[in-house]
C-alpha cells in the first residue's frame, strides 16, 4: 500500500508540473517574438541523431543539409551531442566541426539554469507518463538554440524520430511565427514498434498536433503519405513524400565474391523489437535437420547490436547453429566503415522487414546501402510491402519470403535462395534515379519554395504515380 500511495504521489505531482509548464507555455505563444532580419532565406534543421553518430537516423539528415547547402541554401543544425559518448565519436565531431558552419550540438542536460529545470520536469514526465524514451529532456536546449538561430526569413525543418524534435519545431514556429516543414523518418501514430497502450492514446493526439500545425509535412514511403491522407482528408495538400535513399558520392562498388568453404548470409544492423532472425535460423535447423542443406556449407552471421527485450540471443536454433559453426554474431557497436566492409564481404544478406503493426508500412533503412553492395538479398516481409517495391527497382538477385508463409513453403524458399549461384550487379539506372540524394533534394527544394512562399502546396504528392517505385 505504502509503495502504491507514493507511485500516486508522484503521478500527482507531475501532473501538476505539467499543469504549471502548460500554463507557461501557453503564456509564451501568445505572445510572438521578434526576430532579427534575415539577408537570404535559410534553413534550421532540428535533428537529434547527427554524423558522426552511427545511427541509421542521422543519415536522413545529412544528406538533406549537405545537398541543400550544395544548392546555395543556407542550412544551420541543431543536434544532441549526448549522443556521442564513445572516443571515436567525439573525435570524429571534432574534426568535423571545425569545418564551418558545424552543428550546433546542444546537450540533454547541463545542471544550470532554467533549461535544466526546464529539461528536468519533461524528464519526470516521460518517465511517469510516456511509454518510450522521446528525448523531452532535450527540448529545452534544442528550443533555446533554435531561437538563436531564427531569423526572418528562416524555415524550420524536423526530423521525426525522437518526438522531442517535432515538438521543439512546434513551439518555436508558435513562438516566431516562421513556417515550419515537419520530416517523418518513421510515422507517429501506428509505428510499428510503438506498441505501449499509453502511445495508442498519446501518438495520435501528437501526430494531429504536428500535421495541423505544420506547414507541410513530409513521409518516407507512399505508403504513410497515403496513411496520412486516409487521415487528414482536410490536409492533403500538405503531405509529401521523400523516400530514404543514397549519397550518390558515398561510393560502394560490389566486390569479388571470397573462395571459402562456408558461404555466408549476414544480417548488419540493430535487433529490437519483433525484428528477430529467429525464422530464419529456424528455418536453417529445419533444413539441416532433414538432411537438404549441409551445416558444413553455410554461415549465418549478425552483425550489430543486440536488443534483449526483443530478441532472445540463446533461441535453442541460434543455439544449436553456433554448436555447428552456421552462426556467427557479434553484438557490438560498430563503426560505419567496419559495418559496410561485413556488407562487402558476405556472399549474401538478410533483410529483416517484420513488425506486429503495420507491416510493409516502412522500408529498413539499410536496404539502399545493401543494394548498392550489389550481393543478393533474401527479405523477411509482406506481399506488396514497400520493401518489396524498392527490391524490384533494384535490379540486384533477391527473393522476398512472406512472413505468413507455411512452414514448408518458407523452407522451400530459403532453400532455393541460399543453393543458387548469385552473382553481384550494380544497381539497376531506374534505383540510382528514383532514390538519388541528388532527386530526394529537388522536392526538398521545392516544398521550401511553396512554404517560404505563403502559396497553397497544391496536390498532394502521396497520389503521384511518378514517385512510385516498382
Same mark, same amino acid.
Not at 504521489?9 to 500554463?23: I, T
Not at 535513399?245 to 558461404?263: K, M, N, Q, S, V
Not at 531506374?430 to 526538398?444: D, G, V
Not at 512554404?451 to 498532394?460: H, K, L, T
Given at each position: ?11 500527482a505531482?507531475?501532473?501538476a508540473?505539467?499543469?504549471r ?6 503564456r509564451l505563444v ?5 526576430l ?15 554524423p558522426p553518430h ?12 549537405r ?18 559518448r564513445r ?19 546542444v ?11 526546464l529539461?528536468?520536469?519533461?524528464q519526470a ?17 534544442a ?10 526569413r528562416?524555415?524550420?525543418i524536423?526530423?521525426?524520430p ?16 516562421r513556417?515550419?516543414?515537419a520530416?517523418f523518418?518513421?510515422?507517429?501514430? /501506428?509505428?510499428?514498434? *510503438?506498441t #505501449? !497502450? ?8 501528437? %501526430?494531429? +498536433?504536428?500535421?495541423?500545425?505544420a506547414?507541410a ?9 497515403e ?15 521523400i523516400w530514404?535513399?543514397f ?9 569479388p565474391?571470397?573462395?571459402?568453404e562456408?558461404r555466408?548470409?549476414s ?5 529490437y523489437?519483433?525484428?528477430?532472425p529467429?525464422?530464419?535460423?529456424a528455418s536453417?535447423?529445419r533444413?539441416i ?5 549441409a551445416?558444413?556449407t ?5 552483425i ?7 530478441f532472445?540471443?540463446n533461441h535453442?536454433?541460434l ?5 555447428? /559453426?552456421?552462426?556467427? *554474431?557479434? #553484438? !557490438? ?8 566492409? %561485413?556488407? +562487402? ?14 507491416p ?6 539499410k536496404v539502399?546501402?545493401?543494394v ?12 506488396n510491402s ?9 535490379g ?16 522451400a524458399?530459403v ?6 549461384q ?8 531506374r534505383?540510382?534515379?528514383?532514390f538519388?540524394?541528388?532527386k530526394q533534394?529537388k ?9 517560404g512562399?505563403?502559396?497553397?502546396p497544391?496536390?498532394a ?6 514517385d512510385?517505385?516498382?
Amino acid at each position: 500500500m505504502g509503495t502504491r500511495l507514493v507511485k500516486l504521489s508522484m503521478r500527482a505531482n507531475v501532473l501538476a508540473q505539467v499543469e504549471r509548464l502548460l500554463a507557461s507555455f501557453e503564456r509564451l505563444v501568445k505572445r510572438r517574438g521578434a526576430l532579427p532580419e534575415g539577408p537570404v532565406q535559410t534553413v534550421v534543421m532540428i535533428a537529434y541523431y547527427y554524423p558522426p553518430h552511427n545511427e541509421i537516423g542521422a543519415a536522413r539528415p545529412s544528406r538533406f543539409v549537405r545537398y541543400l547547402r550544395r544548392n546555395d541554401t543556407d542550412v544551420a543544425v541543431i543536434c544532441s551531442s549526448g549522443m556521442l559518448r564513445r572516443t571515436t565519436d567525439q573525435q570524429a565531431s571534432a574534426k568535423a566541426d571545425k569545418e564551418k558552419p558545424s552543428p550546433q550540438r546542444v546537450p540533454d542536460a547541463d545542471g544550470t539554469g532554467i533549461a535544466h529545470r526546464l529539461s528536468a520536469v519533461l524528464q519526470a514526465i516521460q518517465r511517469v507518463v510516456l511509454p518510450y524514451n522521446d528525448r523531452l529532456g532535450w527540448l529545452p536546449y534544442a528550443y533555446a538554440a533554435g531561437a538563436r538561430m531564427l531569423t526572418s526569413r528562416s524555415i524550420l525543418i524536423s526530423s521525426h524520430p525522437p518526438i522531442a524534435t517535432h515538438l521543439t519545431a512546434m513551439a518555436l514556429k508558435l513562438r516566431y511565427g516562421r513556417p515550419w516543414i515537419a520530416d517523418f523518418r518513421d510515422p507517429l501514430w /501506428g509505428n510499428p514498434f *510503438r506498441t #505501449s !497502450r499509453r502511445a495508442a492514446w498519446i501518438d495520435p493526439l501528437v %501526430e494531429r +498536433l504536428v500535421v495541423s500545425l505544420a506547414d507541410a509535412v513530409i513521409a518516407n514511403t507512399n505508403s504513410s503519405a497515403e496513411m496520412l491522407c486516409r487521415r487528414y482528408p482536410k490536409l492533403v495538400r500538405k503531405f509529401h513524400t521523400i523516400w530514404n535513399g543514397f549519397d550518390p558520392e558515398d561510393d560502394i562498388r560490389p566486390l569479388p565474391h571470397a573462395t571459402r568453404e562456408r558461404r555466408t548470409i549476414s544480417h548488419v544492423g540493430t535487433l529490437y523489437g519483433t525484428r528477430t532472425p529467429v525464422p530464419f535460423a529456424a528455418s536453417l535447423q529445419r533444413l539441416i535437420h532433414q538432411g537438404t542443406l549441409a551445416p558444413t556449407t553455410i554461415q549465418f552471421r549478425q552483425i550489430g547490436r543486440v536488443d534483449p527485450e526483443g530478441f532472445d540471443p540463446n533461441h535453442p536454433a541460434l543455439a544449436e547453429l553456433e554448436a555447428l /559453426g552456421c552462426f556467427y *554474431r557479434t #553484438s !557490438r557497436h560498430l563503426p560505419q566503415s567496419e559495418a559496410r566492409r %561485413e556488407m +562487402l564481404e558476405a556472399d549474401m544478406l538478410l533483410l529483416l522487414d517484420m513488425n506486429e503493426m503495420n507491416p510493409g508500412l516502412q522500408v529498413p533503412a539499410k536496404v539502399f546501402e545493401y543494394v548498392r553492395t550489389g550481393r543478393p538479398i533474401l527479405a523477411l516481409t509482406v506481399p506488396n510491402s514497400a520493401t518489396q517495391h524498392v527490391l524490384a527497382v533494384s535490379g540486384v538477385p533477391h527473393a522476398c519470403i512472406d512472413l505468413g508463409a507455411t512452414t514448408e513453403v518458407f523452407d522451400a524458399l530459403v532453400l532455393a535462395f541460399l543453393s543458387a549461384q548469385h552473382e553481384s550487379v550494380a544497381p539497376s539506372l531506374r534505383f540510382q534515379h528514383e532514390f538519388s540524394a541528388e532527386k530526394q533534394i529537388k522536392t526538398l527544394l521545392s516544398i521550401l519554395e511553396i512554404v517560404g512562399s505563403g502559396e497553397n502546396p497544391g496536390q498532394a504528392a502521396c497520389f503521384s504515380q511518378d514517385d512510385r517505385p516498382g
